[in-house]
């Protein structure tokens, strides 16, 4: 016969059924060092037979912490928001925390002032801040004043944070180059992100360093901002060349779905006519027809690894500061041999 599960339990009760302090209980839900592994499945196995969940604001109380985590960014692109917050929030939750998401504003407020303002209302625990708010200019000694663990992710390494997760997009992007040449590409076209985004710097410098490494030099090359529309805008540019490229290596997914779109509307096939690469191995790269070749980014993956350096660092555990991850090139439909 089934039993109801018991109701009302407290940190008391499971104290008492396990046969140890209060103070003990505590240090086991907050994953103390202090309690030994014996003592810890003991209390363990106990607070699973009474289903007890202590409340964020007994927890708050009790150590003075809200087990509230920030995630600060300025990106547009949901096809990246929605795996970094995943991420964030599927290793948060294995470790008692809620996740309070702040898009940095486009207004007139300084960046720095609005994330500090963002800090002092939700009184987070710590932040993750990703670029391209993660490169604004003090803003870790900011943050460090105020008292706020911080972590951050980005494509360079950045002064000042408390720990770091830097993907090397420049060595992913000289991947491209090494594919497309292999290809035999020599008509290669470039659309940029951004100038003053670190992330479009990296990838701009790692794939002309590797075509110029070959001998070759850019045959055109236009300026986006990871959006769509700047894709279409750039693509046309491109695809207007004299010659034509005979490959187009966007900055970003959502821009090499633009050059797709291009491409068909000028009547040319991909990839017979124009190879065409992206950068973020997002699940639009699979919905594309061709399949998009693109550079992979775990974000899901990286955004865990860094929320759970975050919380460490909160809970005393420092580890490590720099933390690295390499990309991959997921070869699909779009790219191929030219003509």
Same mark, same amino acid.
């Given at each position: 016969?089934?039993?109801?599960? =018991?109701?009302?339990?407290?940190?008391?009760?499971?104290?008492?059924?396990?046969?140890?302090?209060?103070?003990?209980?505590?240090?086991?839900? %907050?994953?103390?060092?202090?309690?030994?592994?014996?003592?810890?499945?003991?209390?363990?196995?106990?607070?699973?037979?009474?289903?007890?969940?202590?409340?964020?604001?007994?927890?708050?109380?009790?150590?003075?912490?809200?087990?509230?985590?920030?995630?600060? #960014? %300025?990106?547009? %692109?949901?096809?990246? !928001?929605?795996?970094?917050?995943?991420?964030?929030?599927?290793?948060?939750?294995?470790?008692?925390?809620?996740?309070?998401? #702040?898009?940095?504003?486009?207004?007139?407020?300084?960046?720095?002032?609005?994330?500090?303002?963002?800090?002092?209302?939700?009184?987070?625990?710590?932040?993750?801040?990703?670029?391209?708010?993660?490169?604004?200019?003090?803003? =870790?000694?900011?943050?460090?004043?105020?008292?706020?663990?911080?972590?951050?992710?980005?494509?360079?390494?950045?002064?000042?944070?408390?720990?770091?997760?830097?993907?090397?997009?420049?060595? $992913?992007?000289?991947?491209?180059?090494? *594919?497309?040449?292999? !290809?035999? *590409?020599?008509?290669?076209?470039?659309?940029?992100?951004?100038?003053?985004? *670190?992330?479009?710097?990296?990838?701009?410098?790692?794939?002309?360093?590797?075509?110029?490494?070959?001998?070759? &030099?850019?045959? $055109?090359?236009?300026?986006?901002?990871?959006?769509?529309?700047?894709?279409?805008?750039?693509?046309?540019?491109?695809?207007?060349?004299?010659?034509?490229?005979?490959?187009?290596? &966007?900055? %970003?997914?959502?821009?090499?779905?633009?050059?797709?779109?291009?491409?068909?509307? *000028?009547?040319?096939?991909?990839?017979?006519? !124009?190879?065409?690469?992206?950068?973020?191995?997002?699940?639009?790269?699979?919905?594309?027809?061709?399949?998009?070749?693109?550079?992979?980014?775990?974000?899901?993956?990286?955004? $865990?690894?860094?929320?759970?350096?975050?919380?460490?660092?909160?809970?005393?555990?420092?580890?490590?500061?720099?933390?690295?991850?390499?990309?991959?090139?997921?070869?699909?439909?779009?790219?191929?041999?030219?003509?």
């Amino acid at each position: 016969m089934d039993i109801d599960p =018991p109701t009302g339990t407290t940190i008391a009760d499971v104290a008492a059924r396990a046969g140890v302090s209060i103070r003990t209980v505590s240090r086991v839900l %907050n994953r103390s060092p202090l309690v030994n592994a014996e003592t810890r499945e003991k209390v363990a196995a106990v607070i699973a037979a009474l289903q007890f969940s202590p409340s964020a604001r007994a927890r708050g109380l009790a150590t003075g912490r809200s087990y509230l985590l920030g995630l600060v #960014h %300025n990106d547009r %692109n949901a096809l990246v !928001l929605d795996p970094l917050q995943r991420g964030m929030v599927q290793e948060a939750s294995a470790r008692g925390y809620e996740l309070v998401v #702040h898009p940095i504003g486009t207004g007139d407020v300084d960046p720095g002032d609005d994330v500090i303002g963002f800090v002092r209302r939700s009184r987070v625990d710590g932040v993750v801040v990703v670029a391209p708010v993660s490169g604004v200019a003090g803003l =870790p000694a900011l943050l460090a004043g105020a008292g706020v663990p911080a972590v951050a992710l980005s494509s360079v390494r950045l002064a000042g944070y408390d720990a770091m997760l830097v993907a090397d997009e420049r060595g $992913a992007a000289r991947d491209v180059a090494t *594919h497309l040449l292999d !290809l035999g *590409h020599r008509r290669i076209a470039f659309l940029s992100g951004p100038p003053r985004a *670190h992330s479009a710097q990296e990838r701009r410098a790692g794939f002309v360093a590797a075509l110029a490494e070959r001998g070759i &030099a850019l045959l $055109a090359e236009a300026e986006g901002d990871y959006g769509f529309d700047s894709g279409v805008a750039g693509a046309q540019a491109l695809l207007a060349a004299d010659p034509r490229p005979t490959a187009i290596f &966007a900055g %970003n997914d959502v821009m090499a779905a633009a050059v797709l779109k291009v491409a068909a509307q *000028h009547g040319l096939s991909v990839p017979g006519d !124009l190879s065409v690469v992206g950068f973020d191995g997002s699940i639009l790269a699979r919905m594309l027809t061709p399949a998009l070749t693109t550079v992979r980014r775990p974000i899901a993956d990286m955004a $865990a690894r860094i929320t759970r350096c975050l919380i460490d660092r909160i809970e005393g555990r420092p580890g490590d500061r720099d933390l690295g991850v390499a990309l991959s090139l997921d070869i699909a439909g779009s790219s191929g041999p030219p003509r």
